[in-house]
């Protein structure tokens, strides 16, 4: 099921493989490695940044992209509200 929240997200991201817009396919991104869509270019930090998409790190990302992934070429404030936060990461994990 599709969060609200998830509004904001789809501005930017679909979520069928390969279908990319302004940003990446996020299908099949829980678990995965950073930068997983290998269709899609993705800034050089988003590619050498070495995080695993994990509960963790989708909290982080999410909460302030730039300051976890700097140079990243996500262009989005992040999500303040941890309920939100938490929502996405379930619906996610579903892609
Ligand atoms: C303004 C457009 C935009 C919005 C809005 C946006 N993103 Fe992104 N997102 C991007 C771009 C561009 C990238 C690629 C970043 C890079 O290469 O540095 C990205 C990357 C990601 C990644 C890493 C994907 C991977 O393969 O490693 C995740 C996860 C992600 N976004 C989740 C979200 C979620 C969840 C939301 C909504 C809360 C969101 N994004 C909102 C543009 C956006």
């Not at 988003?46 to 982080?60: C, F, I």
């Not at 990302?61 to 996405?88: I, N």
Request: proline share 9%.
């Amino acid at each position: 099921m599709r969060p609200a929240a998830f509004a904001r997200c789809a501005t930017c991201h679909q979520t069928a493989p390969e279908r990319n817009g302004v940003g990446p396919s996020l299908a099949g991104v829980y678990g995965a490695p950073a930068a997983h869509e290998p269709t899609y270019a993705y800034s050089g930090a988003m590619r050498s940044s070495g995080l695993v998409w994990d509960e963790a790190t989708l909290d982080a990302y999410l909460t302030d992209p730039r300051s976890v992934v700097p140079g990243t070429k996500m262009v989005f404030p992040g999500v303040r509200d941890p309920v939100e936060r938490a929502a996405l990461i379930e619906y996610l994990k579903t892609l």
